[in-house]
């Protein structure tokens, strides 16, 4: 089965540009969230979807949205992009609403680049 | 709300040493544990995870933590480390009440030295 997959796995933007980023769950998982990881820095958690709607925001602002599609996959947009978005962006699915739900799986990330 | 400390930004550690990554949490609800391992450049997979029972488990590559209520501790552990256990640790928790939301720490790199 493949795993949590993100695209693009690179992206280099400029400043005041908006960035989506894409990401489709484990077959049959419904819940998806986001993450921020800055260099040196543990994964921040932006957003959690689940059967398409919003079930937790972290401390982050107004430019950073998400959303879920029918078919479980994600995408998180920023708009209007500081230097300081510049990190790697982590995607996670997991079986949330099953009778256990016990693992979050992680994909490879999108490294995002703001010059 | 939870959070977690990890006590080292960095460990240092001779090849076939016994290596301790320590990590404290802190939540007024009953939590799942976790340790997650970052290789370079890659993303996070799962080493193991503390959910309820034995309050020590272990993952299939040697380490092993254990769950201390008492001292909200979930120090990571491994007798005999390897040049290939080189990577960044992660201490992680979330709330056992079905929310899916992980609280990470800062990481540990862990250094292997020849």
């Known amino acids: 089965d493949a795993g949590v997959t993100q695209s693009p796995t690179h992206l280099i933007k400029t400043r005041g540009q908006q960035v989506t980023l894409r990401c489709s769950p484990i077959s049959g998982h419904k819940s998806v969230s986001w993450y921020q990881q800055v260099l040196g820095q543990g994964p921040q958690f932006i957003f959690q979807y689940y059967e398409k709607e919003e079930r937790g925001r972290g401390n982050f602002p107004d430019r950073f949205s998400a959303r879920q599609f029918p078919n479980y996959s994600s995408e998180l947009n920023v708009n209007a992009l500081l230097l300081g978005d510049s990190a790697l962006y982590l995607c996670a699915s997991s079986n949330l609403g099953m009778v256990i739900n016990t693992e979050a799986f992680f994909g490879q990330g999108t490294r995002l680049t703001v010059v | 709300a939870q959070s977690v400390t990890q006590l080292d930004s960095q460990v240092p550690v001779f090849e076939e040493a016994p290596v301790e990554l320590r990590c404290n949490y802190s939540?007024?609800?009953?939590?799942?544990l976790f340790w997650y391992v970052q290789y370079p450049n890659q993303g996070l997979q799962l080493l193991l995870k503390y959910l309820s029972g034995s309050t020590l488990v272990e993952s299939i590559n040697g380490f092993e933590a254990e769950f201390n209520k008492s001292q909200t501790s979930f120090h990571l552990r491994k007798p005999s480390v390897h040049i290939s256990d080189t990577a960044e640790y992660f201490c992680?928790?979330?709330?056992?009440?079905?929310?899916?939301?992980?609280?990470f720490g800062k990481g540990t790199r862990l250094h292997i030295l020849p």
């Open positions: 992680a928790v979330s709330d056992a009440l079905g929310d899916d939301k992980i609280i």
């Open positions: 939540s007024s609800v009953s939590v799942y």
